[in-house]
């Protein structure tokens, strides 16, 4: 199955489509070889139903629009426009706003295809004149654009919450600190890089920033304030247990839509945008997940998902060798197929043994999963943020091959930040004892 469901995806078809075929395929055989019972297929649309009904999956769209509607309000030309004066005078300086304005739009927005075709479009000439070094430049934005997919409110948690039943407010708040951490290795990378080759990212010329200096805090000040109230609107709702994150999701696609009327970017049209682009989107996104799930069904109808766990169980490597293992599987998968597929088909599969038989904590898992399924955006042939970034940028400026390198120590750094997540559970785990102390 998963062989013919890979071919099917080389030849071009869509992955729901792939999915759904695969599934139907493998499931006729099951029933004419007597494996399945002829009544199979009756459970599939009580499931389609379950999934569409679903309350926690009701925050996917509401995010979606949110991120769209802030990207018309103009909020990140700003954020990156005064972050890159103010990190100006550092060498690298631009590279580290990036990274910083990247992390302000994934706990506002969580779009990496928004972000990163933002920063694409604005800071990627500002840098190219300032003379970075180009493989700087294109891994610098595609792994900033990457950080909505761990930092909240990320759809991906809101996924993995729903099908390994834990509560997508814990891993949220599970997630911050592991976030925070991939922030923290990207800007000291970045510094350290600047620092030993300082001709890979000059500074800013000092008459340039004069100008700025003079304005700072006034426009430091009218940037950052829209977008830390949208953040802590949503996300406080949710850490301080007053919200769910549907609820809260509710709240900030509200948020986004008041934030384009106090910037002047609101009208009809703009209005008709953002609710066509998010319903493209989430229609994406569940349509696959139809699909994953007729692919799902028959796996298991089949004992696919026996096998592997007890395949799994019988490793000699212990519970972290089995983990690793896991990992290993996931982050391979990421090169090739997208993480919607991985969360619907390969996480019910894999993780199951992980929490029943070695033990680990199911939200810590998802944290560690959400990290590692963040660097299928990066890794080549089919990471999403490189075909975005290529979508920006004519290759007679930047060539693909550029893109591809320059993304290889970000992925690196990812993979560091995934072992410091696995070596400190406490990252996670702490966070959310402290949170939920504060609920009672």
Not at 107 to 130: D, N
Not at 131 to 141: A, H, M
Not at 191 to 215: G, I, N, T
Request: hydrophobic content about 55%.
């Amino acid at each position: 199955m998963f062989a013919g469901m890979i071919a099917f995806l080389f030849l071009g078809f869509p992955v729901a489509f792939s999915l759904t075929f695969t599934g139907l395929f493998f499931g006729g055989i099951g029933v004419l070889l007597g494996y399945l019972r002829p009544d199979f297929f009756d459970i599939l649309p009580i499931r389609i139903w379950g999934t569409m009904t679903n309350f926690t999956l009701l925050a996917v769209p509401l995010f979606v629009f949110m991120g769209v509607a802030l990207e018309k309000s103009g909020l990140a030309e700003e954020l990156l426009e005064t972050m890159g004066l103010v990190f100006g005078n550092l060498k690298g300086g631009l590279a580290i706003s990036v990274v910083i304005v990247g992390a302000i739009l994934a706990a506002s927005t969580g779009i990496v295809g928004a972000s990163v075709i933002t920063m694409g479009l604005i800071s990627l000439p500002t840098m190219l004149r300032r003379g970075y070094n180009k493989e700087l430049i294109c891994g610098t934005i595609c792994a900033a654009g990457t950080l909505g997919q761990i930092i909240p409110p990320s759809v991906i948690l809101i996924l993995l919450g729903d099908i390994m039943g834990v509560p997508v407010g814990d891993l949220y708040i599970g997630a911050v600190v592991p976030g925070l951490v991939l922030v923290a290795l990207y800007i000291l990378y970045i510094a350290a890089l600047s620092h030993l080759r300082p001709e890979l990212a000059p500074p800013v010329p000092a008459d340039e920033l004069r100008e700025f200096r003079a304005q700072a805090l006034k426009r430091v000040t009218i940037a950052l304030i829209p977008a830390f109230v949208l953040i802590v609107g949503v996300l406080g709702s949710i850490f301080l247990g007053v919200a769910s994150p549907t609820e809260a999701a509710s709240v900030g696609a509200a948020g986004g839509l008041l934030l384009t009327v106090l910037k002047r970017r609101f009208s009809m049209d703009m209005l008709r945008s953002v609710m066509q682009t998010s319903l493209r989107i989430t229609s994406l996104g569940f349509i696959i997940l139809i699909g994953a799930n007729c692919f799902g069904l028959v796996f298991r109808g089949l004992n696919g998902d026996h096998l592997i766990q007890e395949f799994l169980k019988g490793l000699p490597f212990g519970s972290y060798g089995v983990l690793a293992l896991v990992m290993l599987v996931i982050f391979i998968l990421g090169f090739f197929i997208d993480f919607f597929e991985i969360c619907f088909i390969h996480v019910p599969i894999l993780t199951p043994v992980l929490v029943r038989h070695f033990g680990f904590d199911p939200v810590w898992l998802g944290v560690v999963i959400g990290v590692n399924l963040q660097t299928s955006f990066l890794t080549p042939p089919f990471g999403f943020a490189l075909f975005f970034l290529r979508g920006v940028v004519s290759p007679s400026v930047i060539p693909t091959t550029t893109i591809y390198r320059g993304v290889v120590p970000f992925v690196i750094l990812q993979l560091v930040g995934l072992a410091i997540t696995i070596a400190f559970p406490g990252l996670s785990l702490g966070t959310i004892k402290f949170f939920r102390s504060l609920w009672w």
